[in-house]
């Protein structure tokens, strides 16, 4: 059962597809599960989900978080495995060692899906639970019984393309996604733009940066009468399946490397290397998903939160204060910085929220008063732009996470120079999770030559053919677009494009809100006298 972050303790508890299609809680809280399992054991599970291939251990996984009565085991094996059959890599998300490279770094490639980013590892799962609930009757385990949804969402630049890919052509789902024009890149924009299925929806914001595309859906989602008038579905990170799905690939790559050095048998614990891993983190979601997992019994070392100069998280870690930083104008929006690693351009991690409220539940004792102390620091936010938390809540987050900042010209270099070593090409997300591995490495003075007892597995979160003007900046000579971009990339230039132009005017944000909510509701009707 799940509940919101924001809810008093004697709220009700609602069920997965409850949780799943309401997306944003109706009193702005995230859904959270009310108890996290134990369910992996080294000793006792290692050999065997080592043996097992990446839909299997999902299903292991998702089986406890997802009731029977809700999603019959063959149904929900059949979700999982139809889901990641879309991906070009038969591990689904293979742990590599680029080129030549010698020390205890390790590359998670998460972009071997549809769109060429980790989103796809969620969001086709999501996309297939979509189907499956809206093919069936509804269960009396739901208080949904609407047979067609509207997703709404908004993107840094891959989890649109990702949502598309999971719900084009999707019987009864309509799919609108934000994104802030001219903050994505060129390659992103074309891929969703160009796809032009008759129920995808792109709406480009002009003017506004992500976080204002984020705060247009929970207002459309705080709206019950428009939500439930339309039957809004969630497919941001704010969805907690997004979360679930995400847990897998920190079994899957542990388990690999484990098996990898034979060790699946090793009884004693303290002789497994430890193996940390390094999260280029925007939003929170994906490294959310390693707190999860780590929760569930998975013997995770370090959990490196790496951010790029949008460091709101690294702050919080330093000072247990959670500030959006100043703006240079009266914009609050310019407060954002324009980087490289553009998914990362985020002020305020919504999933920071989940987090926050479990260590809250430990520091007070009382999940009401957890909830309380939510809701009074969110509101802090919305009205002075900050919030402290006790410093017990900061002693926790210090204990499950480190931090690190990386500046443009660092991300650059970092490209550059694992290019020239290895032959290996970083997107500049992944090259800010590298940086700060390195770093990480050097604090701890961990030895990285030679017997690893200590190995960093940094995330690769997309392709970098989605980036290719850092890549271009990086390295500017001896290197075509197609040397490093999947053909897919290469071949999609050029094809027509389908949006529609929304602009916040002067940081009107309610303003641009009604204009999205129009271009909904025109569209929604045009569909229903079809």
């Known amino acids: 059962m799940y509940r919101s972050t924001r809810a008093a303790a004697s709220t009700k508890a609602v069920g997965f597809e409850d949780a799943v299609r309401t997306g944003l809680a109706t009193d702005g809280g995230l859904f959270v599960p009310e108890q996290v399992p134990s369910l992996f054991s080294f000793k006792k599970h290692a050999k065997e989900w080592a043996s097992l291939e990446y839909h299997q251990v999902a299903f292991n996984i998702f089986r406890h978080f997802i009731p029977t009565e809700e999603v019959s085991d063959s149904d929900l094996l059949e979700i999982v495995k139809k889901s990641y059959s879309t991906f070009s890599h038969p591990k689904v998300t293979p742990v590599v060692k680029p080129g030549s490279h010698d020390g205890n770094i390790r590359i998670l490639e998460l972009h071997h899906g549809p769109t060429f980013a980790f989103k796809d590892v969620a969001l086709q799962f999501v996309g297939n639970l979509f189907d499956f609930f809206l093919s069936r009757p509804p269960p009396p385990t739901t208080s949904h019984k609407s ?7 908004a993107t840094s630049g891959d989890t649109g393309g990702a949502a598309i890919y999971g719900l084009r052509g999707k019987r009864n789902v309509d799919v609108f996604i934000l994104h802030p024009k001219g903050r994505i890149s060129s390659v992103q924009e074309q891929q969703m733009t160009s796809v032009l299925d008759a129920n995808v929806h792109n709406v480009a914001v002009d003017g506004a940066t992500f976080d204002d595309c984020q705060e247009i859906v929970k207002v459309c989602f705080g709206d019950l009468e428009f939500k439930n008038k339309y039957s809004l579905a969630a497919v941001n990170s704010i969805n907690w399946a997004r979360i679930l799905a995400q847990t897998t690939y920190y079994f899957v790559s542990y388990l690999s490397l484990i098996k990898e050095l034979g060790l699946e048998d090793e009884k004693d614990i303290s002789k497994l290397p430890r193996i940390n891993y390094s999260v280029p983190t925007g939003n929170f979601g994906d490294i959310l998903a390693a707190y ?15 951010t790029n100069s949008n460091d709101i998280l690294h702050r919080f870690i330093e000072t247990g204060i959670y500030e959006k930083p100043s703006s240079p104008s009266a914009n609050p929006s310019d407060a954002v910085k324009i980087t490289h690693s553009p998914a990362m351009d985020i002020l305020v991690s919504s999933n920071f929220e989940r987090v926050l409220w479990h260590f809250a539940v430990q520091h007070f004792g009382d999940v009401g008063e957890a909830s309380a102390a939510i809701c009074k620091w969110m509101a802090d936010l919305k009205s002075m732009g900050r919030f402290q938390v006790p410093d017990g809540v900061l002693q926790q987050t210090r204990a499950f996470f480190k931090s690190q900042t990386v500046d443009n010209s660092e991300t650059i270099e970092s490209i550059r120079k694992w290019y020239n070593e290895t032959g290996y090409v970083l997107d500049p997300h992944t090259a800010v999770g590298v940086v700060s591995a390195e770093r990480e490495n050097l604090v701890e003075g961990r030895n990285v030559s030679g017997p690893l007892s200590e190995i960093m597995v940094v995330l690769a979160t997309a392709s ?5 003007e850092a890549v271009f900046e990086a390295i500017p000579q001896g290197l075509k677009y197609e040397d490093f971009a999947p053909e897919p990339l290469v071949l999609q230039a050029g094809l027509p494009k389908r949006m529609v132009m929304v602009t916040m005017h002067e940081n009107d944000r309610d303003r641009a809100t009604a204009d ?4 909904v509701e025109c569209t929604l009707a045009s569909v229903s006298n079809l």
């Open 147 to 153: 047979t067609r949804i509207a997703v709404l969402g």
């Open 292 to 306: 999860y997992a780590k929760r569930m019994g998975l013997p995770l070392g370090d959990l490196i939160i790496a």
């Open 464 to 468: 970098p053919g989605k980036f290719p």
């Open 516 to 519: 999205v909510r129009r271009v």
